[in-house]
């Protein structure tokens, strides 16, 4: 029974290698990442805080997407990609076989993804086995921003830029409601220039010093959410799949700036320019 059952480890191995071997190639040929994050990647671009100790918690397995320091080890779906995992691989397989019952594993949590610090194998070999779930402790990590486990680099980079945003502004403070989201790069930097121009013509308008709290409230209540309300009630949303509210708000301002700047018109009130831009686009 021992060397069916070692025989059976070691096929068990060979074939989650296997199964990372063309989840590698097809990652090639695609283009998507297949790669878990990094918990110190995210650390540093998304400004996290904690962790705070939340005790024992069931834990779905799909959830757990990033590696404390072995995310070059295990691919996203945790299928080992170096043989160095062998051994202590099939030994936690054996285990699984053999009904030996393993401590939890112990996670980071940031937003809804899990990032494994110490049970990389038991994970990797609990997902080949087709485990739904796992005992682990979780120690959650505070985050401005959400994520999820598809997250992809490219999104990262984006939340990363939204932090910055929310730092600089503090929206979530000041409007707790808010929650801009933006597919384009660089799109929370020019949300910066806008509420800078914004506040300029506030203290023009006003004739006095206008904070920048004031600003930033004023622009959200009375530039972005006009433009966000004609875009929900036209549902043109509808029609670009993958966009969000914040990306059309984008590309209201920018159709804006060259009507202004290209053909002469006078800068249009935030629901003008919308509906403009709406029809425009569904002609």
């Known amino acids: 029974m021992s060397n069916e059952l070692s025989a059976r480890v070691q096929a068990d191995y060979q074939r989650a290698r296997f199964k990372a071997f063309l989840n590698q190639v097809w990652s090639a040929l695609s283009g998507r990442p297949n790669t878990l994050l990094s918990y110190d990647q995210v650390r540093e671009k ?6 705070i100790y939340r005790g024992v918690q ?3 397995l799909d959830q757990i997407a ?3 320091n072995r995310y070059q080890q295990f691919d996203r779906a945790f299928l080992p990609r170096t043989e160095e995992t062998a051994d202590r691989w099939q030994r936690v397989n054996r285990a699984f076989y053999e009904d030996i ?14 990032f494994v610090v110490d049970g990389h194998h038991r994970v990797s070999v609990a997902r080949e086995q087709g485990q739904e779930f796992i005992e682990a402790e979780v120690r959650e990590c505070a985050s ?7 997250i992809r680099p490219e999104d990262l980079e984006i939340l990363s830029e939204k932090v910055e945003f929310l730092e600089r502004t503090g929206l979530d403070r000041l409007r707790p409601d808010a929650n801009i989201k933006l597919t384009i790069p660089d799109g929370f930097s020019r949300m910066l220039e806008h509420i800078a121009v914004h506040r300029y013509f506030m203290g023009l308008d006003l004739k006095r010093d206008i904070s920048e709290e004031e600003a930033v ?6 530039v972005y959410l006009p433009i966000v309300r004609i875009i929900r009630e036209s549902k043109i ?7 969000t509210e914040g990306d059309l708000y984008l590309w209201v301002l920018d159709h804006q700036h060259y009507l202004s700047t290209t053909e002469g018109h ?13 029809e425009k686009t569904e002609t």
Not at 217 to 222: A, E, G, V
Not at 266 to 278: D, K, M, S, V, Y
């Open 266 to 278: 006078p800068l249009q009130p935030p629901e003008e320019a919308a509906r403009e831009f709406i």
């Open 66 to 68: 990033g590696s404390l």
């Open 144 to 150: 401005k921003v959400r994520i999820t486990p598809d």
């Open 46 to 51: 998304l400004h996290i805080g904690g962790p």
């Open 58 to 60: 069931t834990i779905r």
């Open 101 to 114: 019952s393993l401590p939890p594993v112990v996670l980071y949590k940031v937003g809804d993804v899990y």
């Open 217 to 222: 409230t004023h622009w959200y209540d009375m």
């Open 237 to 243: 949303l509808d029609d670009f799949p993958g966009k």
